[in-house]
């Protein structure tokens, strides 16, 4: 429990409620047709001052202009936001930060890639579960609490998109979250739900 003492317990609460309120129900996703790459630009500019805290670069691979996806504002945004936080935080010094946006038939991929210490195959089965304690730690003595990945998993899902990672040791690690272009046939129109607290 060393890691997790270090975060403020109301973070800690604040985290567990997330997950909480989309398990039950409460928290629905709210898609529409959002500008991706906006968001994405957006993101990189509010943490480019942590990675260059760290010596670390970020670039955005994208065409220019917009790249639309049927997905939840806010969580596009908390999905993304974690998975560049994780790519500086867990990032040696001088290393890139890869942003890239495909367009696949219907879908959309966006992923980030680092050059950090990358992931074993152990680490790679628990990824994704709750308190998360793998072989990569902090680089620059930020605080942990080993939920941000399976927040992010469950965003992803309630939105009808996958998420992976293609990693080796040693080799850095790229996560791909796959979004919808358009709602899905079998899908309901979104109603009038809550929005994610916090
Ligand atoms: N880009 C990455 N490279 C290497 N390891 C990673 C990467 N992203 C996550 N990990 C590993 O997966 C673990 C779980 O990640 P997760 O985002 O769920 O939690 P965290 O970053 O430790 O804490 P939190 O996101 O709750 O602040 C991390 O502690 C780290 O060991
Ligand atoms: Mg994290």
Known sequence: MARLTQFSMS??????????A??????????????????ARHLINRHTADAGGKGLHMELAAREGTCRVYADTKFTKEILDNLLSNAIEFSPSGKQIAI???????????????????LTEDDRAKLF?????????????????????????HMVEAMGGRIWVESEPGLGATFRVELPREPSQREPTPGGSAALPG
């Not at 989309?22 to 968001?39: N, Y």
């Not at 495909?102 to 990358?118: F, R, T």
């Open 100 to 118: 890239c946006l495909e367009e696949k038939g219907g879908k959309v991929i966006v992923s980030v890639a680092d050059q950090g210490p990358g």
């Open 129 to 153: 579960g709750r308190f998360a304690r793998l072989s990569a730690q902090p680089t620059g003595g930020e605080k942990s609490t080993g939920l941000g990945l399976s927040i992010v998993k």
């Open 22 to 39: 989309i398990e039950s129900g409460q928290v629905k996703a709210e898609p529409e047709s959002i500008d991706l790459a906006a968001i």
């Open 11 to 20: 973070t800690l609460i604040g985290r567990f409620l997330d997950i909480a």
